[in-house]
């Protein structure tokens, strides 16, 4: 089955400075890469998403870049606010008809 | 709101019990998967349901089993209840039975076994 890996397991950065998470799966026919952001106590949120068959997607201060040749990709943050502090899962989906998620990244942004 | 809704939001039971926990997925969507989340760690996938027929399963345990009813809300039921069980199970449903569309997640089932 897929094995998806993520780091770092927690991150701090300064207001204003970018955040970048990466992510690793196994199975190269995993084909739909999202992003979820779980708040302190509440539900995990889709925030971006990346099918296979493109490299970059943006929004506004969210980009998420995806290598299919090394089977990675990155959650990118810019102009972080202290709003994004959150904890951020990357997941993979395959034909297997199953999710598979990172652990996730305990993201800070320190005011 | 996600439209999703799970219940109770918070359950406290004993060792050896047994519990369901419910979960109305939004409307219009066809899957339902069920996830649990313990402290501090990812989501964990323990089955999914499309249209009321098993369409994938994850590590989920022998004591536990879950169905997918014809008006689309699913149950999860956890017997034999251990410590380790303790966890913020998550319901999540998607439009339809592939992946390759947003999971809408639930509030969650908080379980505490004592």
């Known amino acids: 089955g897929e094995n998806v890996e993520q780091h770092p397991s927690t991150l701090s950065v300064q207001e204003g400075d970018s955040a970048v998470i990466k992510c690793t799966y196994s199975?190269?026919?995993?084909?739909?890469f999202p992003w979820y952001k779980q708040e302190l106590g509440k539900r995990p949120q889709l925030i971006i998403d990346i099918r296979s068959n493109v490299g970059e997607k943006k929004d506004q201060r969210i980009a998420v870049t995806l290598n299919k040749t090394a089977k990675h990709f990155s959650l990118h943050i810019t102009e972080t606010q202290p709003e994004d502090s959150a904890v951020y899962f990357c997941?993979?989906?395959?034909?297997?008809?199953?999710?598979?998620f990172g652990t996730g990244t305990s993201l800070t942004v320190i005011p | 709101d996600s439209g999703v809704t799970q219940t109770p939001k918070h359950l406290i039971t004993a060792t050896g019990q047994r519990v369901t926990l419910r979960c109305s997925p939004r409307s219009g969507d066809l899957s339902v998967y069920w996830y649990q989340q313990s402290l501090d760690q990812g989501l964990q996938f323990l089955i999914q349901?499309?249209?009321?027929?098993?369409?994938a399963k994850g590590n989920i345990l022998e004591r536990f089993s879950a169905q997918q009813f014809p008006d689309l809300h699913s149950e999860l039921n956890l017997s034999s209840l251990e410590l380790g069980d303790s966890a913020l199970y998550f319901c999540?449903?998607?439009?339809?039975?592939?992946?390759?569309?947003?999971?809408?997640f639930g509030e969650g089932s908080r379980l505490t076994v004592l």
């Open positions: 199975d190269s026919a995993s084909n739909y």
């Open positions: 997941a993979a989906y395959n034909t297997g008809n199953q999710f598979y």
């Open positions: 999540a449903s998607s439009v339809g039975a592939g992946g390759t569309g947003e999971l809408f």
């Open positions: 349901y499309y249209n009321g027929e098993e369409r």
